[in-house]
Nanobody, 128 residues
Framework: EAQLVESGGGLVQAGGSLRLSCTASGFTFDGYTITWFRQVPGKEREGISYINLSDGTTDYLDSVKGRFTISSDDAKNTVYLQMNSLKPEDTAVYYC?????????????????????WGQGTQVTVSS
């Protein structure tokens, strides 16, 4: 069974850093698009960054550009999201998702409806 497991969330002060991990089991990430989403209560799930592992393309939501970095470790079947200069508005549950997508287009790669495999989520709380 294909599964994703996120880890690395927690409580951090504004300006601090966290690194989230998304590890796959039951399948390998080869050729997949892996996207990090976040969700706060009462709002839709928001795509914030993706990596297309077929060609290494990455992209970011404007509000996290320059602060967040997505990367992968093929040997560990893991994708990371390094989050620096965290702000209280980054507080959310963060999810990773995996899907085989053609090409690297932002509105496709960050549309939750396109993804069939999801992790359970990890809470990130940034205090002011």
């Amino acid at each position: 069974e294909a599964q994703l497991v996120e880890s690395g969330g927690g409580l951090v002060q504004a300006g601090g850093s966290l690194r989230l991990s998304c590890t796959a089991s039951g399948f390998t990430f080869d050729g997949y698009t892996i996207t990090w989403f976040r969700q706060v209560p009462g709002k839709e799930r928001e795509g914030i960054s993706y990596i297309n592992l077929s060609d290494g393309t990455t992209d970011y939501l404007d509000s996290v550009k320059g602060r967040f970095t997505i990367s992968s470790d093929d040997a560990k079947n893991t994708v990371y999201l390094q989050m620096n200069s965290l702000k209280p508005e980054d507080t959310a549950v963060y999810y990773c998702a995996a899907e085989l997508l053609y090409g690297s287009v932002w509105f496709v790669s960050t549309d939750p409806k396109m993804f069939g495999t999801w992790g359970q989520g990890t809470q990130v709380t940034v205090s002011s």
